[in-house]
Nanobody, 127 residues
């Protein structure tokens, strides 16, 4: 059973930066698509960014050019570097994972395709 643990959230002023981390553990399979999602109070959860098993990255339009998703396979860790933060980036951020099989049919930014979720880490951006 894959377990995901996020960290790195906090409070920052607009224009600042944060780096989120997500450590994966408890798995034997080795090919995953990993994603970052966020949910602001009173809003639905939305996709932020994803990185596929081959390293291909995908971003929501709202964060393109400001956020960078990456992973370190040796450390089993997913990252989200967030620069030029805006108050509208305030949300609980979640990492998620889906196993990539030979017959997988998925969309990297589609929430319903992900099987495993972390507990979340809060990001608050003040103006």
């Amino acid at each position: 059973q894959l377990q995901l643990m996020e960290s790195g959230g906090g409070s920052v002023q607009a224009g600042g930066s944060l780096r989120l981390s997500c450590v994966a553990s408890g798995y034997t399979y080795h090919k995953w698509c990993m994603g970052w999602f966020r949910q602001a109070p009173g809003k639905e959860r939305e996709a932020v960014a994803a990185i596929d098993s081959d390293g291909t990255t995908t971003y929501a339009d709202s964060v393109k050019g400001r956020f960078t998703v990456s992973k370190d396979n040796a450390k089993s860790t997913l990252y989200l570097q967030m620069n030029s933060l805006k108050p509208e980036d305030t949300a609980m951020y979640y990492c998620a994972a889906l196993p990539v099989m030979h017959d997988s049919d998925y969309t990297p930014l589609e929430e319903k395709d992900y099987n495993y979720w972390g507990q979340g880490t809060q990001v608050t951006v003040s103006s």
